[in-house]
């Protein structure tokens, strides 16, 4: 089983940055394909990024390519979503997930565990 917990959203300008960060405790953390999703109001929650747990592969949703970057650190068991040139429609909470079986999916179905989210709002 693992508990995740995000953390580093906030307050940002528009095409300012910011990294979040999704701490697990538990075991075999370096099994675990971790995603990071995000809901905006009224919104579905939607798939931004995945990281695998077998070669680290990464998967981006169209509208964040080249914008963010997720990477992980099986040593701290903490997945990152570095997050640069962020836009007013970036603003949502932010959730991250793992999945024990994989592979990388935008599916939430797929995901077992699921933290309590980070708000990221982008306003001027």
């Known amino acids: 089983q693992v508990q995740l917990v995000e953390s580093g959203g906030g307050l940002v300008q528009p095409g300012g940055s910011l990294r979040l960060s999704c701490a697990a405790s538990?075991?075999?953390?370096?099994?675990?394909?971790i995603g990071w999703f995000r809901q905006a109001p009224g919104k579905e929650r939607e798939g931004v990024s995945c990281i695998s747990s077998s070669d680290d592969s990464t998967f981006y949703t169209d509208s964040v390519k080249g914008r963010f970057t997720i990477s992980r650190d099986n040593a701290k068991k903490t997945v990152y979503l570095q997050m640069h040139n962020l836009k007013p429609e970036d603003t949502a909470v932010y959730f991250c997930?793992?999945?024990?079986?994989?592979?990388?999916?935008?599916?939430?179905?797929?995901?077992?565990?699921w933290g309590q989210g980070t708000q990221v709002t982008v306003s001027s």
């Open positions: 997930a793992a999945d024990a079986l994989g592979p990388c999916s935008f599916a939430r179905s797929e995901y077992d565990y």
């Open positions: 538990g075991s075999r953390f370096d099994y675990y394909v």
